[in-house]
């Protein structure tokens, strides 16, 4: 595999295009003086909205502005990933940033105004304009946020505090994408190389053992050289979470995150209940890694490794997008030749360069097309982000495509479904399509760490966020020695006695993005649940899932994500879907066990 020095190595074909949002910077600053004067158009909507025609004007002005603003922030973004080492790309997204804040500021009045009007009053203005039918369900639904809403006075000095609440989480991205630096190891000639997160993500599978100790000291020294720095934005983005809980009226921060999905947070609670009462499986499996590795002790980087020998390959770009469409024909033919726009259209930006931002992702731009991230590296593992991410592209992209506006931004409850659907099409194909014992052996090894780190590893993370904010809203401090108990009490009830536990296992927490979005790590698990249900039966060809699934993929928001999943046969307000997905993985560890 070719590693690439700098972005302008990589071939045109393998970047995204990001010309589709704006072909040249000046239609950009067009874009953001337009925003300014729609802002100040909507200011001026303040204290003047007395019809349904006025009203319908006011929402018709801010639905024109949310689209330029998606388009302006979303294009400084995916810029500032190519290299967030690039000081004029980050003065963009600091500007669309502050615009935002101006924007919202500027708006803050219309929610508690809405919520001022009766119901009638609402009703009759929707009666009397035709255009506000488009809106009307949005305008309903903002009545079950009656409660939560501040008064004018405070909704506007909240807004001017916004982009002071998003200093942990920028500062965490800054430290972790821009200045974290792992230091070198030992390259296969002995010479010393720098390790990346991409390089560590191979050197974490070596099958020899001191590289993998190495590199794994290596990727933790910069963290726990940080602790208390990172520590300090952890506990700042949990503070500002649980100050505006408490400040919205909710009962805590827990069921203000998961309000918007309409998610009771017995399904959360459940979620953790049912996977720690069906835990055996997995301290089973660690059991069976270190009879496999043959090891008087399993330590944390000995968990990555394949335990199956010899049959790792590489696999091209090309290969894995090819095998992806193969894998995905079970969805249908509409799906795979939207599929293969992405490449040929390059939605794609695929390799991985200095100072790119770490992960993947997908972006969808609404009125453009799906922006997708990868830091591809021709192994088994690309092969499987480069499925997971599509599958939120093809969502994006069908939801934009049978939804208007207003609904076309599905829920992230429900993204994580159509992600891990085509994970799990494509372990099915492999399986089904490999005659060769060992490699059946490695891909079954690959399904249930697959598994592990999609579910029961987020599940672990869950907890820990559940626990870390409970302490916030009981007024306990939290530092790094706090972080590190909870998470390494959870590690090893998770993880069973099999794990001799290293020290830089418990500052595990001090590498996760995903905490500076308050309850978002639950989902992959919820979303695996589901996809596993889903997945099964598309691949066994049952028409009535493919169909109410495609349906599902296409629905946006158009209702709420509990109900979306329903229509498709999946109810997670009872325990069965979890249920269903431990029972699985158990099926597996005894299948790998036999193998």
Known sequence: MKIYTSRNEVPLHEKWALSDIYSDFNKWEKDYQQIEELGEKL??????????SSLFQYLKTSEELSYLLNKLFAYAMLLVDEDTRESKSQVLLDRARQLSVKVNSSTSFFMPFLLSLEEETLKKYISEEQGLEYFEKDLMESFRYKPHVLSKEQGSILSQLGEALSV?????????????????????????????????????????????????????KPYVQLKNSIASTLSSAIKNNVTLARIRN???????????????????????FTTKKNIRPLHQYNHIRKEKLQLNELRQYDMSVPLVKGVKSEISF??????????????????????????????????????????????????????????HHDDLDSLFTLVHECGHGVHSMLSSLNQPQIYARYSIFVAEVASTVNEVL????????????????????????????????????????MKIHELAEK??????????????????????????????????????????RPFYVYKYATGYASAIHLATRIFEGEEDTLKTYLEFLKSGSSDYPLELLKKTGVDLTTPYPIENVLKRFGELVEDFSKA
């Open 168 to 220: 942990p989480s920028k500062t965490f991205g800054m430290i972790n994408n821009a200045d974290i630096k792992f230091g070198e190891v030992t390259g296969e000639n002995g010479e010393k190389i720098e390790l990346t997160r991409g390089l560590y993500s191979k050197l974490i599978e070596d099958e020899n053992r001191d590289k993998r100790r190495e590199a794994y000291k290596s990727y933790y």
């Open 43 to 52: 200011k001026g909507f303040d204290g003047h909205i007395q019809s349904g």
């Open 250 to 272: 909710y009962p805590s921060a827990l069921e203000k995150g998961m309000f918007g999905d309409r998610v009771p947070k017995e399904v959360y609670e459940n979620l953790i």
């Open 318 to 375: 090309k290969d894995a997008f090819d095998t992806m469409l193969k894998a995905l024909a079970p969805l249908g033919e509409e799906y795979v030749e939207l599929l293969k726009e992405f490449k040929i259209k390059r939605y794609i930006d695929v390799r991985e360069t200095p100072g790119k931002r770490s992960g993947a992702y997908n972006l969808g731009v609404y009125g453009v097309h799906p922006y997708i991230l990868l830091n």
């Open 475 to 516: 007024g306990e401090p939290l530092n790094v020695e706090v972080f590190n108990q909870t998470y390494e009490s959870l590690f090893r009830e998770y993880n069973g006695e099999e794990v001799v536990f290293d020290d830089e296992v418990k500052y595990g927490w001090s590498r996760i993005p995903h905490f500076y």
């Open 426 to 465: 494509l372990i099915l194909y492999l399986l089904e399509n490999e005659n060769d014992l060992e490699v059946r052996k490695h891909l079954l090894n690959h399904f249930i760490d697959q598994f592990k780190g999609t579910f029961f590893t987020q599940v672990m993370f869950a907890e820990f966020e």
